[in-house]
């Protein structure tokens, strides 16, 4: 069976079609940090489904856990209490190999971008199809075209200390989209970046999730992007505060 194979919960969307199916699915998702006297839980009970294709921003205040939450979507930390379905299988209590499995079918973007200096951007973009079996030369050209597709053609070849820092961003964008992943997650991903050249940044990432189908949760406290989600979740002291579709619609 495929690893994305279809599961049956759908909500509407707003023209009243169905979304697609539950990519994510956290039910009672408790976490916590520290041992003994130090334990401390960061996240309370939550309940949240992402459907395929949507695209959904989380705010919150700063220490609200939402790279908490992000980093256990995306299989970079083991979830401990509840259940959180990712690509229809259960991760908590999972074995190592099930956030592997998630890890190769996810694309991250985070603040900092995270570009290896001593590769060019076709380099760092052909870095992400290492996991996967495309020959040499496929893989340059898939690299390549993606920097196309966000707008960085005549720059292929440059290091990354000879990009600003919307470029690098850009690059960031296409290392995380190339090998076409079913859940893109990013951290912040215009923090760095000027109200323009962050908003030009989303909406490639939105274009681009949108051609490929991909879901994606994008944290952000950038208040001038959050116009390009579907929906925002919203979570305040570990719980979570809101789930609002941007739309008509109510979602499951
Ligand atoms: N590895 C860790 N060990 C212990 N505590 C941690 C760890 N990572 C995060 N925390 C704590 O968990 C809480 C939530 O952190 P988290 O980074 O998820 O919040 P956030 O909403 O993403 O914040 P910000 O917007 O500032 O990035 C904070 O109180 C933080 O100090």
Do not use: W
Not at 30 to 36: E, Q, V
Not at 75 to 83: D, E, H, K, T, V
Not at 100 to 126: C, S
Not at 235 to 250: H, K
């Amino acid at each position: 069976m495929s690893v994305f194979a279809s599961n049956s919960t759908t909500a509407r969307t707003a023209s009243g079609g169905e979304l697609g199916r539950v990519i994510v699915a956290a039910r009672q998702l408790c976490h916590y940090f520290g041992t003994g006297d130090l334990r401390k839980q960061i996240l309370f009970d939550i309940e949240v489904d992402l459907h395929a294709g949507e695209i959904v921003i989380m705010t919150g205040p700063s220490g609200s856990g939402k790279t908490t939450l992000l980093t256990l979507i995306g299989g970079l930390r083991s979830p401990q209490i509840g259940s959180l379905r990712v690509f229809d299988r259960e991760l908590v209590g999972a074995p190592k190999r099930e956030s592997i499995r998630v890890r190769r079918h996810t694309g991250y973007i985070f603040q900092g971008n995270n570009l290896l200096e001593y590769l060019t951007a076709k380099q760092n973009v052909q870095m992400s199809l290492k996991l996967h079996d495309y020959h040499a030369r496929e893989s340059e050209e898939r690299a390549i075209a993606m920097l196309e597709a966000v707008g960085l053609s005549d720059r292929i070849d440059y290091f990354p200390d000879k990009l600003s820092g919307g470029q690098k961003q850009r690059v960031a964008i296409a290392r995380a989209l190339v090998s076409h992943p079913k859940l893109v997650l990013a951290d912040e991903p215009t923090a760095a970046l000027d109200g323009v050249t962050g908003r030009s940044v989303m909406e490639i990432v939105q274009k681009l999730a949108r051609e490929q189908g991909c879901t994606s949760l994008i944290v952000t406290h950038d208040s001038r992007i959050l116009d390009i989600a579907d929906r925002i979740i919203h979570l305040e002291d570990g719980r979570l505060a809101e789930n609002r579709r941007l739309s008509a619609a109510a979602v499951t």
